[in-house]
């Protein structure tokens, strides 16, 4: 990151200070550190003396902020620049530029200097009709035609009055569209009260049926949540929807109100005058036809941003919970990925990972060799020791989990444990240049049996080989600017990994490279050298690795994991640099480290701070005694797996009242989706998933849980399954329709069985008119299916 001013880096310090709950000093710290090239892993974890104890979280934002407000900073001095150049720099507007405080305020500043094609209103400048504007704007008695009059110069384009007259009009719209101070009035007040309004494009209603309960749909700006915002972007992208922003609940209201501070901010009032009319219709114009478009798209642009932030944190969040997955362990694995026609794809790996067998069996239709498939994998199971039946949860699933069941009866003495796994993701590792790398002789269709046996066995291990995006745990991931995506997905990776740290001798290229300090190209070397020279005995060895100097060195050794080698510490996470504190612990306490490390008791009874020094304060100490306490620990909990009920396989076999038990598949803002074994997740919806109000799902659960819930509603010809975790909820009643059958809320509700209030509007408050409940969500259910199902 590039250096900046003391005076600069003070006052960005300051800012991003405040942001995050620090004190300035601390942020201070964290800046001088990363501009060193220091990562957030490692100044979370080893830097905790410096920053005063800042934790990934706060950094990972400070890391944002940093860089948006030195773009800012950089953008501000072009444009002081700029404008300087132009000999229109005045000591007012640098003083309301410096004072910006973002870049949508640097650019209302900016907008009547930014270079630009020729307008109406300046050719109607270089036509010398300013001073008619000005003129009448001066003096509303004037008569604007016999004014006008005066201008008229065929030479100048200019051929009569009405055409002097529609000149001086664009040039006071466009300084009025120009004002940054009126800008930022109407921007606060039209996102404080617009409404967001869609209708369905004519003549889209049954091609665009998926939103339709966007078709005649109006919700403030201000309240929209995130996820509904982004499906109606995605209609209007789709061309099914039409967006506007009302100003307010009575537009017409809304934009009298507009017109009426635009002329206030230029100082008309209509008093009857001859030119009053005329400056009115200029005000109306100036916010018709260009304040509020302009306002309009920037407010648009700005709720999308606010609803991308959100929709990258809570995939993020998804994505933390799936790579924090209990593992299995180090056990053998039987891998299938079901299939009907093509087969069901076998792998078996032992318990390092290893590839030692694969197959294809066909029990499904349309061959049904159900005998011979069972034989096949009872030989292999026997063959290999298997421990472990991973199952992918795609086409087939249940009916394959069914087979797994006769072959763990038909292999009783091995005592086997079957599972279903999600296998997002795998089908795109299979086509990867990784797996050709890894398995170059495999065929694609087999390399995702391997993917699914090894994610049972090690989530985080397995899954850093597949893209983040393509592991289908995400709110509208598809929408979103997916630069910001990535670099969110990648630092989330990045802190699970060096939360859980690496086994250096047996960790893959891959899991290397996402630990601190460690590019593709350095982790590529540590696995040919360990390949060429055997396993790393100390970490001291990594700095024999090509590329691997002592900056890198310092920013991944206490990530990396050395079991059984010559120094017992390479197994912990205390940090190389801090192997002289333990040494004083061992002079201190007259045991060797061995009798420490493990000795939880003992450990306890010391005090961190007799074993400080000028560089080591207590934090550090304390997570050292930690790491001697419990070394190596894995902070991920422990494995479990979720049972689904026999015979319920299919959506039609699901029955409201059911209860069943299932993994969280994906968190959503407005609930959760579950996994139940049928090929269809089900959403929980945020207000049945607790006895209590849940503001945010993910404070009750989160994706990898195993949880038990109620059916309260099923959809077959939708495919739309509603959940409750609350037990004793009864499924919601249907009322009769005329023709007697039965019709749901008018939402053909996917919510759990709950629907939001209706929202009462207000005038001028930018609430409906009318009471209203939002949708259901069904759009946005509807791509979640399909995401999950690719």
């Not at 300035?24 to 005063?52: M, N, S």
């Not at 919970?321 to 056990?331: E, F, I």
């Not at 074993?611 to 550090?620: C, H, I």
Request: charged share 30%; aromatic share 4%; net charge neutral.
């Amino acid at each position: 990151m590039p250096a900046l001013s003391p005076a600069l880096a003070r006052k960005i310090s300051q800012t991003i200070a405040e942001e995050i709950g620090a004190k300035p000093e601390q942020a201070i710290a964290a800046i001088a550190l990363l501009d060193e090239g220091a990562t957030v892993p490692f100044i979370a974890r080893y830097r905790k003396e410096v920053t005063g104890g800042l934790d990934d979280t706060q950094l990972r934002t400070l890391e944002v902020r940093l860089t948006y407000l030195r773009e800012l900073e950089d953008r501000r001095a072009a444009i002081l620049d700029s404008i300087a150049e132009q000999d229109k720099l005045d000591d007012t507007l640098r003083a309301d530029i410096e004072a910006a405080d973002s870049k949508a305020r640097l650019e209302d500043l900016y907008l009547p200097y930014k270079p630009r094609r020729r307008t109406r209103a300046q050719i109607a400048r270089e036509a010398g009709l300013e001073p008619l504007a000005d003129g009448l704007l001066a003096d509303p008695t004037r008569v604007p035609e016999d004014f006008a009059a005066q201008f008229v110069d065929a030479d100048k384009g200019v051929a009569d009055a009405k055409a002097a007259l529609e000149g001086a009009r664009a040039i006071l719209i466009e300084r009025w569209g120009e004002d940054a101070a009126l800008v930022g009035e109407l921007r606060a007040w039209l996102g404080e009260v617009g409404l967001v309004r869609a209708k369905v494009v004519e003549g889209k209603q049954t091609a665009g049926e998926k939103f339709r309960d966007y078709f005649d749909h109006a919700e403030p700006l201000a309240k929209i949540p995130s996820h509904r915002f982004l499906a109606l972007l995605r209609g209007r992208r789709e061309e099914f929807l039409s967006l506007d922003l009302d100003p307010g609940a009575d537009a017409d209201a809304g934009h009298l109100y507009a017109e009426g501070r635009v002329a206030l901010h230029a100082g008309i009032r209509d008093q009857g005058r001859a030119a009053d009319a005329w400056l009115r219709s200029a005000c109306r114009l100036a916010w018709k036809a260009r304040l509020h478009l302009h306002l309009v798209i920037d407010l648009f642009a700005q709720a999308r941003e606010r609803a991308e932030a959100e929709a990258i944190a809570v995939f993020g969040d998804n994505l933390k919970d799936l790579l924090l997955a209990a593992p299995a362990g180090p056990k053998a694995v039987l891998g299938l990925d079901p299939g009907l026609r093509t087969g069901v794809k076998v792998a078996v790996v032992d318990a390092t990972g290893k590839l030692v067998a694969t197959d294809t069996i066909y029990p499904h239709e349309p061959r049904r060799q159900w005998d011979a498939s069972l034989a096949t994998l009872a030989k292999l199971c026997t063959a290999h020791g298997v421990q472990l039946v991973a199952i992918g949860n795609g086409t087939a699933s249940r009916e394959t989990d069914r087979l797994a069941g006769d072959l763990l009866k038909r292999c009783g003495e091995l005592k086997m444990q079957k599972l279903v796994v999600s296998e997002a993701g795998a089908s795109v590792y299979s086509a990867s240049e990784l797996a050709a790398k890894e398995f170059p002789q495999l065929d694609v269709s087999l390399r995702g049996a391997v993917s699914i046996a090894r994610r049972l066995q090690d989530p985080l291990a397995e899954l850093v080989k597949i893209e983040p995006k393509a592991i289908g745990v995400g709110q509208y991931q598809h929408d979103v600017d997916q630069f910001k995506l990535a670099r969110a997905l990648d630092a989330r990776v990045e802190d699970c990994v060096n939360a859980v740290g690496v086994h250096v001798n047996t960790a893959s290229a891959p899991l290397l490279a996402r630990v601190a300090g460690l590019s593709s190209t350095v982790a590529e070397n540590i696995v040919l050298h360990r390949d060429a020279n055997g396993p790393f005995r100390r970490r001291r060895d990594l700095l024999k690795v090509p590329r691997l100097g002592e900056k890198t060195f310092e920013q991944c050794a206490g990530f990396l994991r050395i079991a059984d080698g010559d120094e017992p510490l390479d197994a912990s996470a205390v940090h190389p640099e801090a192997y002289p504190v333990v040494e004083r612990i061992v002079q201190a306490t007259g045991r060797p480290i061995q009798a420490l490390v493990g000795d939880a008791g003992f450990v306890r009874a010391l005090k961190a701070r007799e074993f400080t020094d000028a560089r080591f304060g207590e934090p550090t100490v304390r997570d050292i005694l930690a790491e001697l306490e419990k070394p190596g620990r894995d902070p991920r909990p422990e494995f479990r797996a979720a049972q689904f009920a026999d015979g319920v396989e299919d959506i039609k076999d699901l029955r409201e009242g059911m209860i069943l038990e299932g993994v969280v598949s994906n968190v959503a803002a407005f609930g959760a989706f579950v996994d139940i074994g049928v090929h269809q997740d089900g959403l929980v919806h945020i207000s049945a998933l607790a006895d209590r109000y849940v503001k945010d799902p993910r404070d009750v659960v989160k994706a990898g849980d195993i949880v038990r819930v109620k059916v309260l509603e099923v959809d077959v010809a939708r495919k739309r399954i509603a959940l409750t975790r609350r037990l004793d909820d009864a499924p919601a009643p249907r009322p009769p329709r005329a023709d007697g059958g039965h019709r749901g809320d008018g939402a053909a509700r996917n919510d759990g069985g709950s629907r939001e209030p209706a929202r009462r509007g207000r005038p001028g408050t930018g609430g409906a008119a009318k009471p209203s409940a939002p949708p259901a969500d069904n759009a946005l259910a509807d791509a979640f299916a399909r995401a999950r199902r690719r």
